[in-house]
Structures are given as C-alpha cells and as structure tokens.
C-alpha cells in the first residue's frame, strides 16, 4: 500500500498522456464543477484530489466551476462551504466560474441551433415526452412539435425567455435522433422554463440550460481539455459531444470528456439530496454534524487533509463501481494522526485512586514524551499527586486471567510515574466502587523497578487536583447497514447510538488552552479534536477515531 515513485498510470494519467503526445493538446487544463445545492462530501473530495491532482502532476491548470443551473436549489452558503473545502483539502483553483456566466452565451448558442434547425420548442408535457421517447429497446416517437419551422421555433423561445409562459408548459429540445438507442439521443430538453430567483443572476432570466447544455459548452468555452466525470455520465459523452460539435463545428481541441467510478463507502450515504434531508429533518446537528460523511464534518472531527487525499491516492481511479470499506478511510486517519498528533492522558470514565504512601500536599512534575513518532515534538511536564484519577475499566474487582490492569493485591505501571498497588476498594451503599485506595513504590519512578520486577500493565491517569474537565463526545457510525441507501428507506437504517456523550472527563490542565480543530491522541483511547464550539469555559473533544478497528473484531466475532 505504499506509495513508490515508480507507480504505474492510472488509465487516465495514460489517456492524457497519449492525447499530450500526440498532439491532440499542448497542455492540460481540467476543472471540478460542483452543483452548489449542498456541501461536499467524501465522495466529491475523489473527485477534486483527482481534477486538481492532474493539473499539478502535468503543470495544467484547474478550474472550480459552480455549476448553478438549478436556482430553486442553489445558494451562497453552499458556494462558500464549497470553496472552504477545496482549500482545506490542499487545492486552489486557477479560475473561479460560474455556469450561470455563460447563461447570455448559452442563450445564444440554443438560437444558433434553432436557426439550423437543430432545435425546436416543444409543448409536451413531461409525462408525454417520456411516453413519446420509448425505452431504448424500440425506437421512439417524434413530438409533434418538432418540425415547427425556424421563425415560430425563434420567436417562441423568446417569449419563453420573456417570462410569457408557465412553468413546465414548454421546452427547448435538441433535434437528434428518436430512434437512438442511446435515450440521451432522443431530442433532449436544453432549456426549461423555471421561474426562480437566481442567487447570482436573481430575475434576469426565467429559462435555464439543462444540465448537459450547460457542462459541455462551459467547458469548451473554458478551454478544458480533459472533462472528468463520473461513469454515470458516460451515456451522456455522445449528447456532450453532440452539443460541442453542433455549437463549435470548425472549432479544434474541443474537451474530451472521461469517466471513472464513483467512490462508494459501506455505512455512508452520498447523496446530497439525503443528507440535505438529514439535516433538514433534524436527525443530525448540520451539515457539518461530525457523523456526516461531509468534507465539514470530517474536518470537525478531526479528519486532517493529508489523511483524505491519502485515502482517496490509495483508492484509486476505477473504470468499475465498487463499495470500498469505510474502515479504509480510519484507516487513512489513523495513520496519519499517529504522526502528528501529541499525545495526551485523559480519563473518560473517571474511578479516583488516592495512594495512601504519597505525603499528603505534595506533589511533583514528571516527563512525558509528546510524540514518540516524532522527536521534534519533544516532551511536557505533567504533575502527579496523591490523588489521581484511573479509567473505571482499568480496574476490576475480580478480573479474569488474562486482565494484566489493575485489580484488588494487583501491581500496575502509572505511565510515566510509578507502580501502584491496589490495597482496598471504597464503595458506596448500593456497592458501587467509588474509590480505590492503593500505595505506590517511590522507587520506581519513571516506571522502572530497581530490582528488576515486572508489571504487564500500564494505565494513564490523571492527577485529580490539576485535572481540567470536558465533554468528550464519541461517534459511532450514523448507519447500521453496510447499504443504507438500499433501504426502502434509508432513515430506517439510522444508527440510534451513533452518538455517545460523556460528561466531566478528566483531562491534562494543558488541553485547556486547546484551540478548536487541534488534535491529540488520548493515550491508550483514539484520536481526539477539540470541537469548534468548545470554549476554556467548557472544553468539548470529538473523538476522530477509535485506536484500531472496533468493527473489524466485531465482523471476527460473527
Ligand atoms: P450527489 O449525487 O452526491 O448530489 P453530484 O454528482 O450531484 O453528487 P455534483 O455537485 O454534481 O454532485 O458533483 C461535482 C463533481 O463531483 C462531479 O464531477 C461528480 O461527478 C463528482 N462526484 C460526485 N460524487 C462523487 C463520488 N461519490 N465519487 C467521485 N466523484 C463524485
Ligand atoms: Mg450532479
């Protein structure tokens, strides 16, 4: 799985250096056109690592084009979240555009074809149209509009385009080919009637391209070479094709659109339509609500951008869909967090332990190492005192065999401090442990015997007079089923324990001063981020991710 220099290309790395060589383009200029109808997920980041890798990799250009075309569902908070995720991940783009700056030339291009008679306004009514196109296997029936004559074709667009008539009552269509067994052939819509306020354009206009009218003609007019897309679009490469050729006949290097497989992760809804429901719905906290698959929410919890376009290097470019694992994305994180995060001690599920042999009042600093992977990180100072705080899973009050923490008689290792051992329990009247009252060998400081013994167990803790506290939310996955979107409904697979929040956390005092989004790994527990509406007053953590695959020895267990 690692990355060697020597690494073969990709099949469009390959496409784009025949067409460099041979001289169907001097250069390479791609570009990543979200609709901004919603936020970027994990599947778009594919995408964009992959737009925006090309044009680095071939000293190309990029460009970021809002494709907002559909004004009812567009708007500029979608925009702004748009652009925020792209530089985040890494990437700028070398022009910002808009598919709605070329609404003036797109009109002109669609009276162009009707005065070639390569389109016509037709009446039919959706359900109709749908009727007169057939299915792929027979051919399909002509409108009966279609062989209106140029001057009633002009001048009826026009008033489409002066507002005269109602939503849905006419369109403009492409005159191809009812017959085609490719359906994107049979006289396609280009232009709709939609009476809405554009968030950039507002009322200028009453009628927009359809979504195939307006991609390939923004990019020929941007000068993209190569237009990557996803294999949905594959049957539309003729129509793109067909609109580029009929619009720009003597024009050469017109784009050469390419399609590769969209990312699919199990347990994960990408579609933005749904989790724009999600959000709607109240089922999460937002958009950026740390279970969502959102680039917004994996940064909220702590996700880092290296760890994202790692993951999507090692996913690949497929000409095939498949399901990846979502286990290969925390996988990515985990890696790279193991890195670069400093560790911390922090205690979950506080069980308090006083060491009845530490002189009451004293205390004293210790060293702990900030990141073993990394030396530049070099170490804190953390202070022990008589009373400290333990997990209430380290310890057991009769612990099977194999349970090498800390139990009643048992010797345990307290990271970077000494060996404890447990002499006496405290517990409350419904007999729950409430306390543990052990002592400590002042001889092995550091967390080393002089005389050589062993302990097989090291527990964090924290000094309970110096400890800050928190909230610590712990995510699980927003979905029970592997495809949720395979669900009748996909809500019915929400995971109703997809979010855990545990109060009073005992921490290190130096998380206090944590800023939102910093990272930590709290030793021995996972991958933890500070949340953006944490304050010194209230701290609240996310945790990015568990220290190793909790699902994987759940599967093993099956
Ligand atoms: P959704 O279906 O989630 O709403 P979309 O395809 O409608 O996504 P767009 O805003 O049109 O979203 O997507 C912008 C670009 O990102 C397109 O080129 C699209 O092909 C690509 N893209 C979207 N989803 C994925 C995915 N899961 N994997 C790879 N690329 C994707
Ligand atoms: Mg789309």
């Known amino acids: 799985m690692e990355e060697t220099p020597t690494k073969s290309l990709n099949f469009i790395e390959q496409f784009i250096e025949e067409d460099l060589e041979n001289g169907s383009y001097s250069h390479l200029h791609t570009r990543f056109p979200p609709e901004p109808n919603g936020y970027l997920h994990i599947g778009h980041s594919k995408s964009i690592c992959l737009n925006f890798g090309l044009a680095k990799k071939y000293g190309g250009k990029c460009n970021l084009r809002f494709d907002d075309t559909n004004p009812s569902k567009e708007n500029v908070e979608y925009v702004e979240s748009i652009k925020e995720d792209i530089r985040w991940l890494g990437f700028e783009w070398d022009n910002l555009q808009h598919a709605s700056d070329y609404f003036d030339q797109l009109y002109e291009f669609a009276v162009n074809l009707i005065k070639e008679g390569k389109a016509y306004v037709c009446e039919l009514t959706p359900e109709e149209m749908a009727e007169h196109r057939g299915v792929p296997t027979s051919p399909g029936k002509e409108s009966p509009f279609r062989n209106r004559s140029v001057e009633e074709n002009l001048d009826l667009f026009e008033r489409m385009k002066n507002g005269e008539f ?52 923004g990019d020929s007019i941007e000068g993209i070479t190569h237009s990557i897309c996803t294999l949905e679009f594959e049957v539309h490469r003729p129509l793109y094709e067909w609109l580029n050729n009929s619009i720009w006949p003597e024009k050469k290097g017109l784009p050469r659109q390419i399609e590769f497989a969209r990312l699919n992760l199990n347990y994960t809804i990408m579609s933005k339509r749904k989790l724009l429901e999600l959000v709607q719905e109240g089922h999460v906290s937002g958009w950026d609500d740390p279970r969502m698959p959102t680039i917004s929410a994996l940064r909220r919890r702590g996700y880092t951008p290296e760890s994202i376009r790692n993951f999507c290097e090692r996913v690949g470019v497929a000409k095939r869909e498949h399901v990846l694992d979502v286990s290969l994305l925390e996988f990515s994180v985990r890696e790279h967090l193991n890195k670069v995060s400093e560790r911390r001690m922090a205690v979950l599920n506080p069980l308090k332990v006083v060491i009845t042999n530490y002189p009451e009042n004293q205390e004293e600093e210790l060293e702990a190492i900030n990141n073993p992977e990394d030396e530049s990180a070099g170490k804190r100072k953390i202070s022990f005192s008589r009373e400290i705080f333990i997990e209430r899973s380290d310890f057991m009050e009769d612990p099977p065999k194999k349970f090498f923490r800390l139990g009643p008689g048992r010797e345990v290792r307290l990271r970077y401090a000494y060996y404890i051992t447990c002499e006496e329990t405290i517990k409350n009247e419904n007999g729950e442990i409430i306390e543990l009252r052990c002592t400590y060998d002042p001889e092995t400081k550091g967390g080393q015997a002089p005389d050589g013994r062993k302990v097989k167990g090291t527990l964090h803790w924290v000094s309970a007079s110096h400890a800050v506290e928190a909230d610590v939310r712990l995510y699980d996955r927003l979905f029970r089923d592997e495809n949720p979107a395979g669900k009748e409904d996909f809500k019915d697979s929400l995971n109703p324990d997809s979010i855990k929040i545990l109060q009073r956390c005992k921490l290190e005092p130096s998380l206090k001063s944590a800023k939102a989004g910093a990272r930590f790994q709290f030793e021995r527990l996972g991958y933890f981020c500070v949340d953006k509406d944490s304050s010194e007053e209230k701290l609240i953590f996310n945790r990015t991710v568990t220290l190793r695959d909790t699902w994987a020895k759940i599967a093993a267990k099956q």
């Open 166 to 217: 109602p939503n849905g009552s006419k369109t403009l269509r492409a005159k191809i080919d009812m017959t085609s067994p490719n359906m994107h052939l049979r006289d396609p819509v280009i232009y709709r009637i939609q009476k809405s306020h554009h968030y950039r354009t507002g009322d200028k206009w009453c009628i927009y391209p359809m979504y195939d009218m307006a991609h390939g003609t």
